[in-house]
């Protein structure tokens, strides 16, 4: 498994950290599938301990749009250039570009409103807790509610209600409103 950081993930200085499966109780144990792990990082400062190759690649990485376009005199580096060059040139990659962006702006703003949502079902926990025992099944409801809309109205419910009872009947009743 290789990863390519844009900074250095253990502050070393390194362009390659090589990490392999071992033994913990005996380090001269190792297991012998091949499997390794790399992190590159394109904040590297030891370009005599790894191939020149490899450290103009993370150059390319790391360089701005103006710089990437540059020649690298590298011939790895010049074809990702080319191929950059093409699929930036093509309709259907910018399509396919366009689609990824989208999906990746709906992931956003999904993990956004999931995040508002467990605030809110927290809020909802802490004000009845305040005034009573809140029973798991309850509690549990709470936290599996994912209409913003629904929340908000139970957030005022909680802030209103004089008993944990009270408040679960007035969930029901604003449950209802909202879905009408």
């Excluded at 690649?57 to 360089?63: D, I």
């Excluded at 109205?153 to 007035?170: D, I, K, N, P, Y």
Aim: hydrophobic content about 35%; aromatic content about 8%; overall charge negative.
């Amino acid at each position: 498994m290789i990863f390519i950081c844009d900074f250095d993930p253990f502050g070393l200085g390194r362009y390659m950290y090589t990490f392999e499966n071992i033994c913990l109780e005996d380090h001269t144990l190792k297991l012998r599938e091949g499997c390794k792990t790399l992190f590159l990082s394109t904040q590297g400062k030891n370009p005599s301990e790894v191939p020149e190759k490899l450290v103009r690649f993370l150059h390319f990485v790391k360089a701005d749009l103006r710089e990437s376009q540059c020649p690298s005199g590298d011939p790895y580096v010049a074809r990702l250039q080319s191929t950059i060059a093409r699929m930036k040139s093509s309709r259907e990659w910018e399509e396919r570009f366009m689609t990824l962006e989208e999906l990746i702006r709906d992931e956003r703003a999904e993990a956004w409103q999931e995040g508002k949502n467990e605030e809110r079902a927290e809020s909802i926990l802490m004000l009845l807790e305040s005034i009573g025992t809140v029973p798991e099944e309850l509690a549990e409801r709470i936290r599996e509610e994912k209409s913003p809309e629904l929340l908000k109205e139970w957030l005022l419910a909680a802030a209103r209600a004089g008993t944990v009872g009270e408040f679960s009947e007035q969930m029901h009743v604003r449950a209802e409103e909202v879905q009408a």
